[in-house]
């Protein structure tokens, strides 16, 4: 079975464009999260959804971040305008209700 | 509010030796669960363990174990005979259950190093 795809794997942009980083959760699966693991402030939760609908945002950083769930079978994390301390790497995860869950690869994005 | 604890940043060993790695969690929850997950060089997370509150049996699973205490709030995983693949950043991690799904709090990760 294919575990949790993301996309790009890796993501250099420039300070101030547009960023959009793409997860396929694990068919199935009723919950999707999305984290942000830095050297600073380890893996935070930036917002998890369940059944497409998003249920706590209180981890997004602020309102340049924004995240969408059209489906469940794609999510969508966006910065816009991004700033280099978004430099980090962006986790997608997938569980089933109370359920362990399981990682995607990571986006690895550098802003300059 | 809920935190983990790792207090061993970096440990380094030799390939064979035993080595155990530390967690301790605080929670208000009476219900919770306890995580472990491996990160390896390459940088995907790796589930490895879950544990809920009411079971505090010991877990073996071939040359890993995990030993869970609540009366100390600890969650020990140990590695036995290690080898220079278990060579990863090692994560604890806990939650609570809200709404079915499990909001996981991370510990700050430990280095382990498993030299040939």
């Known amino acids: 079975d294919a575990g949790v795809i993301q996309s790009p794997r890796h993501e250099v942009t420039e300070m101030g464009q547009e960023v959009t980083l793409r997860c396929k959760p694990i068919?199935?699966?009723?919950?999707l999260f999305w984290y942000r693991q830095t050297m600073m402030r380890g893996l935070e939760l930036l917002i998890y959804f369940n059944n497409n609908v998003p249920i706590d945002d209180s981890g997004m950083p602020e309102d340049r971040f924004s995240a969408k769930m059209p489906n469940a079978s794609f999510s969508t994390l966006k910065i816009q305008p991004s700033e280099p301390r978004d430099s980090a790497v962006y986790f997608c995860?997938?569980?089933?209700?109370?359920?362990?869950?399981?990682f995607g690869p990571g986006t690895r994005l550098t802003v300059t | 509010a809920q935190k983990v604890t790792q207090a061993q940043t970096e440990i380094s060993v030799v390939e064979k030796e035993d080595v155990t790695l530390d967690c301790v969690y605080e929670?208000?929850?009476?219900?919770?669960?306890l995580f472990w997950y491996k990160q390896p060089p390459s940088g995907e997370l790796v589930f490895l363990i879950r544990r809920n509150s009411f079971d505090e049996q010991n877990e073996i699973s071939g040359r890993y174990s995990w030993n869970f205490q609540k009366s100390t709030s600890s969650f020990n995983f140990t590695i036995t005979a290690s080898q220079v693949v278990d060579s990863a950043v090692y994560f604890c991690a806990l939650s609570g259950l809200i709404q079915g799904a499990q909001k996981l709090v991370f510990g700050q990760g430990t280095r382990l190093t498993i030299n040939p």
């Open positions: 929670t208000r929850d009476t219900t919770y669960y």
């Open positions: 068919s199935g699966h009723d919950y």
């Open positions: 995860a997938s569980s089933l209700t109370h359920y362990e869950q399981y």
